[in-house]
């Protein structure tokens, strides 16, 4: 099997990045407006925070799935981690906007468990990047990495709080 085109491992790191990404503009910029306008107290919006902890975190696990990504005898796995945490992604956001968000903590508690799962999944892409490229493109690759947060940071913020308010929280 032929090696994919740099071009299109870059085409695909960023779009992973920008997925990624859309879930923290939506946690960090989106939500805590959200629920102010629902009345939220501040001492509950200011939880909101806590759910970067499984991104602060991730070095516990990263030794763990950098294992099952590689296993010794098998092929590369890092598009099962992507396909399992991002459906757990999808899932998650789903069940969320089920949720209102005046109650704080189910919500919280919900985007944790997808912070976790979008966390482990910027672990496999970190893997698959670095393996995938060569040194001399690894730059290319760094900046699909940074352009594609900011993008989805912005999608996830900005567009969120249009859709919110054009469609209501649902």
């Not at 979008?118 to 352009?147: E, M």
Request: with cysteine.
């Amino acid at each position: 099997m032929n090696p994919a085109s740099p071009l299109v491992v870059i085409s695909g790191i960023a779009g992973l990045y920008i997925a990624q990404s859309v879930i923290g503009g939506v946690t960090w910029a989106g939500l805590p407006a959200v629920m102010r306008s629902q009345g939220v107290p501040l001492d509950q919006i200011g939880l909101v925070s806590l759910i970067a902890l499984p991104w602060a975190l991730k070095f516990l696990w990263s030794p763990f799935i950098e294992r099952f990504r590689l296993p010794l005898d098998g092929r590369n796995r890092s598009a099962v981690i992507v396909a399992v945490g991002g459906a757990i992604c999808v899932a998650g956001l789903l069940l969320t906007g089920v949720l209102s968000p005046a109650n704080a903590f189910p919500l919280l508690a919900c985007l944790t468990i997808v912070a976790f799962a979008a966390s482990t999944v910027d672990i496999a892409c970190d893997g698959f990047a670095v393996q995938t490229l060569s040194k001399a493109q690894h730059g290319w690759g760094n900046a699909a990495q940074v352009g594609g947060a900011y993008l989805g940071s912005a999608i996830g913020g900005g567009l969120f709080l249009y859709l919110v308010s054009a469609f209501n929280w649902q």
